[in-house]
């Protein structure tokens, strides 16, 4: 089955650590570029990250940039989204997406149900 | 940084025309994306580089991009379209989406 398994969301405390992960199964990993959008309960899309097929290439919202780092592992099928410094307003379910392409610039042709970051002290 | 608008809300019929507008400057030199995303659902991708229909979605689905702003059309509206709409664009590379436009189907 095509499908994209996100982990590592939970309840963590203002200015700590958190790092989610994603599982791919039943397509071929490396052909695509993976990014990750968050939304809060009852609000909007927001890109949070992305990264082309092979890693060389990466890109991070600004409201992110310089506290989290997404990189992947394609002998794993993974993709992993590395959050320092977190704030209340990262509080969000975390989606993992597949982008059609191999690049992480492009719309985004599968979801994964997401991982629920909560901060909070 | 970039900004895409769209309508908060709008309201069809059954059988009648939406157009979900996305505006932004200069949007015609973007490729847009449009999701759609029902309640306790994640978003589906239903337009890609502004009107390429993925496989799957219904020929009622149309899209058009033009100056400032992007539309998404849905012909022939009905009881199951009715959901929240996302336009998406990239600008510098990085992923920017509008805020949304909830349609409810009367």
């Known amino acids: 089955e095509v499908q994209l398994v996100e982990s590592g969301g939970r309840v963590v405390r203002p200015g700590g650590s958190l790092r989610l992960s994603c599982a791919a199964s039943?397509?071929?990993?490396?052909?695509?570029?993976m990014s990750w959008v968050r939304q809060v309960p009852g609000k909007g899309l927001e890109w949070v990250s992305g990264?082309?097929?092979?890693?060389?290439?990466?890109g991070y919202a600004d409201s992110l940039k310089g506290r989290c780092t997404i990189s992947r592992d394609n002998a794993k099928n993974s993709v992993h989204l590395q959050m320092n410094s977190l704030r209340v307003e990262d509080t969000a379910l975390y989606y993992c997406?597949?982008?059609?392409?191999?690049?992480?610039?492009?719309?985004?042709?599968?979801w994964g149900q997401g991982t629920m970051v909560t901060v909070s002290s | 940084s970039y900004v895409v608008t769209q309508p908060p809300s709008m309201s069809v019929a059954p059988g009648e025309t939406a157009r979900i507008t996305c505006v932004g400057s200069?949007?015609?030199?973007?490729?847009v994306f449009w999701y759609q995303q029902k309640p306790g659902q994640a978003p589906v991708l239903v337009m890609y580089?502004?009107?390429v229909r993925p496989s799957g979605i219904p020929e009622r689905f149309s899209g058009s991009n033009s100056g400032n702003t992007a539309t998404l059309t849905i012909s022939r509206v009905a009881p199951g379209d009715e959901a929240d709409f996302y336009c998406q664009v990239y600008d510098n590379y990085r992923g920017v989406f509008g805020g949304g436009t909830k349609l409810t189907v009367l």
């Open positions: 580089y502004d009107k």
């Open positions: 039943g397509f071929i990993f490396d052909d695509y570029g």
């Open positions: 997406v597949r982008v059609r392409t191999g690049s992480y610039h492009d719309g985004y042709d599968l």
């Open positions: 200069k949007i015609e030199d973007k490729g």
């Open positions: 990264i082309n097929w092979n890693a060389n290439d990466a």
